[in-house]
T-cell receptor, first 112, second 118 residues
Framework: QKEVEQNSGPLSVPEGAIASLNCTYS??????FFWYRQYSGKSPELIMS????GDKEDGRFTAQLNKASQYVSLLIRDSQPSDSATYLC????????????FGRGTSLIVHP | EAQVTQNPRYLITVTGKKLTVTCSQN?????MSWYRQDPGLGLRQIYY???????DKGDVPEGYKVSRKEKRNFPLILESPSPNQTSLYFC?????????????????FGPGTRLTVT
């Protein structure tokens, strides 16, 4: 059974701070890793994809992947109240049906 | 604009009255899925489809049916809805991005359908 674990939170950070969201996964053959942002009552929105070890930066977002530790994280720099949402981690293995396994999400609250 | 659409967005119905939620994507994706999302349970996959006429059960298929007669459409059918199927439903499609040494699928979600069965 593939598992993706996230701390449910809420993670509360002040505006302007760095928010750090973490995700661990159990399947060692996992190859692709995704972060989604979901506002309450809305659909998940893909914000980051990462496929190789190291860091990937896109604007205020940085995804970090460590396959040896089976760990992927998302850093949000200069957090804004509009970043308040639930962040879902998703993991897929290469080959087969590419079905992503989702974590249950971490709730982030950015307070002014 | 590349998108996944769902209809209706909101639906209130009664137990036992058959309903269909439509899903359509304009990205020529092979893979499509249906999820339900409930508080504390996260996203749970109901059914998925790898191509036209190819479907398979996800984690929670009981009480649901799907069909994939065309690549762009993947409707979700509730033959006899019950109150425990009250939920927020998402359709999703996955596109293949070819990468050196392999490829990956990035998944995109529709806007969601909030279903209430009384």
């Amino acid at each position: 059974q593939k598992e993706v674990e996230q701390n449910s939170g809420p993670l509360s950070v002040p505006e302007g701070a760095i928010a750090s969201l973490n995700c661990t996964y159990s399947d060692r053959v996992s190859q692709s890793f995704f972060w989604y942002r979901q506002y309450s009552g809305k659909s998940p929105e893909l914000i980051m994809s990462i496929y190789s070890n190291g860091d990937k930066e896109d604007g205020r977002f940085t995804a970090q992947l460590n396959k040896a530790s089976q760990y992927v994280s998302l850093l949000i720099r200069d957090s804004q109240p509009s970043d308040s949402a639930t962040y879902l981690c998703a993991v897929t293995a290469t080959g087969g049906s590419y079905i992503p396994t989702f974590g249950r999400g971490t709730s982030l609250i950015v307070h002014p | 604009e590349a998108q996944v659409t769902q209809n209706p967005r909101y639906l209130i119905t009664v137990t036992g009255k058959k309903l269909t939620v439509t899903c359509s994507q304009n990205m020529n994706h092979e893979y499509m899925s249906w999820y339900r999302q409930d508080p504390g349970l996260g996203l749970r996959q109901i059914y998925y489809s790898m191509n036209v006429e190819v479907t398979d059960k996800g984690d929670v298929p009981e009480g649901y049916k799907v069909s994939r007669k065309e690549k762009r459409n993947f409707p979700l059918i509730l033959e006899s809805p019950s109150p425990n199927q009250t939920s927020l439903y998402f359709c999703a499609s996955r596109g293949f991005t070819g990468l050196a040494g392999g490829g990956t699928h990035e998944q995109y979600f529709g806007p969601g359908t909030r279903l209430t069965v009384t």
